[in-house]
């Protein structure tokens, strides 16, 4: 009997971010997996696939956006219900990794929540992990099966590179951001790299001060880099205070745009020329309508990084090593 190997690749997604995952299936020429997902009374999460996917290798895309814990849940039980269909190898994309900042103990007894996080991916069955700019590179080392770790800087960077003609500064909000700036500012002809010395309580929440400034930015476009916006307290202090240190112009780019309120509001009356963001979260309407808002689709990155997986292809040389 002559046995045929035919892999099949399906994609799937959860309810968080539909339509970047009609995106990154539109690029793979892939219609997106029947997914039967649905609520008890009680509020426990269901879902089932609707097709065969015994043999197949299957891709869940799910943004860890508002609600977080049901994002997070409703992933884990389509994977486990993958896992029980016979799924050959499962893969969770997530864009956004929810609970990505509780990375490290900063006060005593506290969790370390992102570890916990990839642990219920392992056992609900991924064989791998897939995610955009994550908020520190340690959390692969969390997980013991491959993670793919993709990048939106090197398409933020070559946006910002067209909208500027002049010299340019990177300037990171804190002093963890250093080395993302580094790679914004190799990529915005060799621009040069400053920081802000910001001062955070780590009994409260979302609240920082700009303390001062480390760098020139003087006579300089500035562009403000962080991987995460939330409440866009601290990139809006630090254009405020680029402004009062002569900078020509401000910009902010980030890739993951939480924008919990007030976000909205601060960004709108920013001074700043543009901030640039990417789908890896769903965008309100309401961000889409700010005048200042610049939205970059990653469903090209994410979907090329998956074709990659699926060929068992190298993930890394579509950066160029910039994906670490």
């Known amino acids: 009997m002559d046995i045929v190997s035919r892999n099949r690749m399906m994609l799937f997604s959860g309810s968080a971010n539909v339509p970047l995952a009609e995106e990154v299936g539109e690029v793979l020429g892939l219609a997106l997996g029947q997914l039967e997902l649905s609520k008890f009374a009680n509020g426990e999460l269901y879902a089932r696939p609707v097709e065969s996917v015994r043999g197949a290798d299957c891709y869940v895309i799910q943004s860890h956006s508002d609600p977080v814990n049901d994002h997070i849940m409703e992933q884990l039980v389509t994977i486990d219900a993958l896992r029980r269909a016979s799924a050959r190898r499962i893969t969770a994309v997530m864009p956004f990794y929810g609970y990505s900042r509780q990375d490290k103990k900063v006060l005593p007894r506290e969790p370390i929540t992102a570890r916990l996080v990839g642990d219920l991916f392992m056992t609900a069955g991924a064989d791998r992990l897939v995610s955009v700019d994550l908020h520190t590179g340690q959390l692969q080392g969390f997980i013991q099966k491959p993670f793919d770790h993709l990048t939106a800087i090197p398409m933020i960077a070559d946006y910002v590179a067209d909208q500027i003609d002049g010299k340019i500064a990177v300037l990171s909000p804190d002093a963890g951001g250093v080395k993302r700036a580094e790679r914004y500012a190799r990529r915005l002809n060799d621009a040069s790299v400053a920081f802000i010395y910001k001062r955070r ?124």
């Open 201 to 324: 309580d780590p009994s409260e929440h979302n609240v920082s001060k700009a303390l001062s400034m480390a760098g020139r930015v003087k006579d300089k476009h500035v562009v403000i880099v962080d991987d995460i916006i939330d409440t866009a307290g601290t990139v809006c202090n630090a254009a405020e205070l680029v402004r009062e240190y002569g900078a020509l112009s401000v910009r902010i780019a980030a890739t993951h745009a939480i924008l919990s309120d007030p976000a909205v509001d601060r960004l709108k009356n920013a001074a700043v020329e543009e901030v640039v963001i990417t789908n890896t979260l769903p965008v309100s309407d309401d961000v889409i309508r700010l005048d200042n808002v610049k939205v970059l689709s990653i469903a090209p990155i994410v979907a090329e990084a998956l074709q990659a997986i699926f060929m068992d292809s190298s993930v890394s040389e579509i950066f160029l090593g910039d994906n670490v």
